[in-house]
């Protein structure tokens, strides 16, 4: 009996230290290695939610990359920036989509609660460990199954010699869905949530990692229909922005104006209502928005009639 | 408590610490203990039900006693239906009753006589079907004077619940588990660890093959309109062995955790897709159920001793029945018909017995012709599992349509090769090991430990690696 509890504990033990020899090299090694390419000719990149995700058509301007991606929190957007800017020292210039829906409590649950499966695969060898330790804290069981997902991750990369993350850091998502009607009236509860401290700390420190590095970083919020200010209410986005992110230019381009044809629902634009607004913005860009003085009102002077 | 949670990780190792070290001092300590934690592992999920495990116990106990002082017939006899009719008429009611319930309603219609009834809404216990057909076999034997019954009540009680197998089987006889409890376990060193590799095989066998096939299995059968036919002959061979890796790893884990408690369960899967046709299949498949019909159903109506028209009759009896115990719905009752149907020929041509040993025994691959019988053998299986599988006749005859009227020699639209590399890997060392109880087993006559070791800690990666969310057995539903 005592040989066989020994035994199996050892056996257990010994499989138990490989896999985690196997979890630390390959984070070592990816967190070291992996690559975060934006075309030499891109100097702007656009990262933020699901709203820049479907609004900028990266193909349409020249200039930009967009590596936006949905339902993606600061928390791992952070992660993101800090790969792409030191390797690829052509970027001169950063947008963050900075919404209405990103402060707000909620997003705790892009960090933590369900959007954690598809995310920790991908930056768990970025992030650091008091990160993980909060992750596994707030959710321990689905923490530890991501974990088993990202050391799978991590192993096909490896054995595929994939260290590439460029095709995975994000990108502009088309979808020819179409509004047809308003949004019934009854569905635009207004959402009372507590703010999201953990999500604007990480705001923050993205702000802070591009100033740190010299580059312009300038906070954007993409057009949405009305309806999406009757479900995330103007006030507290403002307070947070003008008492925490007063220090950094906020373009907001919420005054462009799109029909319903132009959305999948009141806050995503389809690939028509993207076309229509990369162009735009593509124009904005060519006519000098990052040059003028008074960018907001730059933004409005060019607003379509 | 499923095998394949973080509660039966933490379950297990307490139960057999204090099993071994604290309740091991006597039998009676030993067998308590096993129903105390059969209880507490059954009422895990929904401790009302216990109450059914511990009436049918009753009554089978009692059933059990009174058999044996009663000498008149008539009286046995009474006393086997009052068994019978208490078992069955849980599972009945548990399983069947919506199912009889909607189908008179039907006939009714469509007879034109309007009849009203409401469905009740009701929970099936989990187990209910392995356990009451695990105490049947009790009083059936006991009344046929195959077994002596039992006065020991809590050894009794803990054969009923013995936890490893209490849920999803096997299914096993009295004669072979009850005497099991009269005996005071001590430890065997050899039969723990090769249950520590048969717990460790059928853990990958179910979080690595069976859950990972799930995934395109459910999702080619809940899209099937959207799929071309070569997809969906993918997804039908990804649910034949989705089936398989679920309930015989399933099976593998109890009969290994029963091992490390010093009981031999019955093999329940003998690798049966190397079977060469639907006779060694169904000697392979389900072992304990198929034994149990054929001797508890087959054999009292005749088995095959009668004319050729007795044989097609008792043989379709057995498949439809076997067919509906797994469920009350018309899909298993064809995929029961359908067994039948592929069983019969052999049987009428009395080929039914022609592959009784292991196939390519002594040889490292199969013959072409060997190969060939078991492709057949797998493709008949997976286009059975079609009816299986489906959630009614409406989805399995419109996943077959799609299937015979799309292109099927075109290529899949899913192609996961990982996925199809590790089964690949699964069925060599499945083939290499189907001598033995289990594929795991050979490890044993590997003279290099640290080779052995290398093994297991490969297969627990896989495991930690490739494992699937948890999910709930198959068998779990019957």
Known sequence: MKNFLVQTFLALLVSLLATGAFYFLSNYLIEKRARFAVDKAKSLIILGHSHPEMAYNDSLIPSAKNVASAAEAYFYSYHKLKKILPQNSQIKTVLIECTNNQFIASTNDWIWGDKMPFRVPKYNPFLDWEEKSMLFQKNPIPFINANRSSMKANFERIIALNLDYTSDMGGYGSNNHVLTDSVSGDLLVPVDEERSELNMRYLRKMIDYCKKRGVEVYLVRSPTLGEYYKIYPNQDFQDALNTYFNDVPFLDF????????????????????????????????????????NKQAFINKNLPS | ??????????????????????????????????????????????????????????????????????????????????????????????????????????????????????????????????????????????????????????????????????????????????????????????????????????????????????????????????????????????????????????????????????????????????????????????????????????????????????????????????????????????????????????????????????VAEGRLLPSLKELFQIALTFSL???????????????????????????????????????????????????????????????AKINSKKMRWFIYVLVFMAIVFYGAREQKFIYFNF
């Open chain 1, 254 to 293: 919420s005054g462009y104006k799109l029909h319903y044809s132009d959305f999948i629902d009141y806050e995503h634009m389809n690939r028509k209502g993207a076309r229509r607004y990369s162009l735009w913005f593509n124009n904005l860009l060519a006519s000098g928005l990052l040059q003028a003085s």
């Open chain 2, 1 to 358: 408590m499923l095998f394949n949670s973080l509660d039966f990780a933490v379950f297990l190792p307490i139960v057999f610490l204090l099993y071994w070290f604290l309740a091991n001092k006597t039998l009676k300590g030993q067998n308590f203990f096993i129903v105390v934690a059969s209880y507490v592992f059954y009422g895990w999920w929904d401790w009302k039900f216990l109450s059914l495990i511990l009436f049918s116990t009753l009554v089978d106990y009692l059933v059990g006693y009174r058999l044996a002082k009663e000498k008149k017939q008539e009286s046995r006899k009474m006393l086997l239906w009052v068994s019978i009719l208490v078992n069955l008429g849980f599972l009945g009611f548990f399983k069947y009753y919506n199912f009889f319930l909607d189908n008179f309603i039907d006939a009714f219609t469509i007879l034109g006589i309007p009849f009203q009834a409401n469905t009740l809404n009701i929970i099936l216990p989990v187990g209910i079907s392995f356990y009451t057909f695990q105490t049947l076999s009790y009083s059936i034997d006991v009344y046929k004077r195959r077994l002596e019954p039992t006065y020991d009540f809590i050894a009794f009680a803990a054969f009923v619940s013995f936890f490893p197998q209490l849920v999803a089987g096997p299914i096993e006889r009295a004669t072979n588990l009850l005497p099991q409890f009269f005996k005071k376990r001590s430890f065997d060193y050899v039969k723990a660890v090769d249950g520590m590799r048969q717990i460790l095989w059928g853990l990958f066998k179910k979080v690595v093959i069976a859950d990972n096939c799930a995934e395109y299995a459910n999702e080619i059968f809940a899209n099937y309109q959207e799929h071309n036919g070569s997809t969906l002959a993918l997804g039908a061979a990804f649910f034949a062995i989705q089936i398989y890796g679920d309930f015989s790893g399933y099976s593998d884990m109890a009969i290994g955790t029963s091992r490390i408690f010093g009981f031999n369960l019955t093999q329940n899967f003998a690798f049966p897709y190397f079977s060469r046709d639907i006779a060694e299949f169904w000697r392979r498949w389900h072992i304990s159920l198929s034994t149990w019909f054929r001797d508890y159903l087959y054999i009292p109506l005749g088995g095959s001793k009668g004319g050729t028209w007795m044989k097609i009759r008792n043989t379709f009896i057995i498949f439809i029945v076997s067919g509906f115990w797994h469920g009350a719905n018309w899909t298993f009752i064809i995929w029961g018909a359908l067994n039948a149907i592929y069983f019969l020929p052999l049987l009428v041509t009395k080929r039914n017995r022609s592959n009784l040993g292991v």
């Open chain 2, 381 to 443: 299986t997976c286009f059975a599992w079609v009816f299986f599988r489906a959630e009614n006749l409406h989805h399995a005859f419109g996943f077959l349509s799609r299937f015979f009227s799309d292109p099927i020699f075109v290529m899949p639209e899913k192609r996961p090769v990982q996925l199809l590399i590790i089964i690949a890997l699964f069925f060599s060392v499945e083939w290499i090991g189907r001598s033995n109880k289990h594929a795991l087993e050979s490890l």
